[in-house]
């Protein structure tokens, strides 16, 4: 069993930053792929970026060049660094690990872009 944990969310103005955290249970990113999804309202979950387990790192066209995924392996910690943060970003993010051993999901972080 592995268990994800979010945080780091919350409102934020266009243009604005956030980073959201994402910690696992015990030491999983040698055996497991990671990803983050977006949720906005009333649409189905989208990956925006992923991480492999030997650090290859993929994005959605909709936020290249504005987020970024990375891992401390030290800390069982996947972030997204997430820039120019625009109103469409905004919905539940939920960071997910794919591997072997199943498929585990976090219960996922509000973020919301306005002004």
């Known amino acids: 069993q592995v268990q994800l944990v979010e945080s780091g969310g919350g409102l934020v103005q266009p243009g604005g930053s956030l980073r959201l955290s994402c910690v696992a249970s015990?030491?999983?990113?040698?055996?497991?792929?990671m990803n983050w999804y977006h949720q906005a309202p009333g649409k189905q979950r989208e990956l925006v970026a992923a991480?492999?387990?030997?650090?290859?790192?993929n994005y959605a066209d909709s936020v290249k060049g504005r987020f970024t995924i990375s891992r401390d392996n030290a800390k069982n910690t996947l972030y997204l660094q997430m820039n120019s943060l625009k109103p469409e970003d905004t919905g539940v993010y939920y960071c997910?690990?794919?591997?072997?051993?199943?498929?585990?999901w976090g219960q996922g972080t509000q973020v919301t872009v306005s002004s």
């Open positions: 991480i492999s387990t030997g650090g290859n790192t």
């Open positions: 015990r030491n999983i990113f040698s055996m497991y792929a």
């Open positions: 997910r690990a794919i591997g072997l051993g199943g498929i585990y």
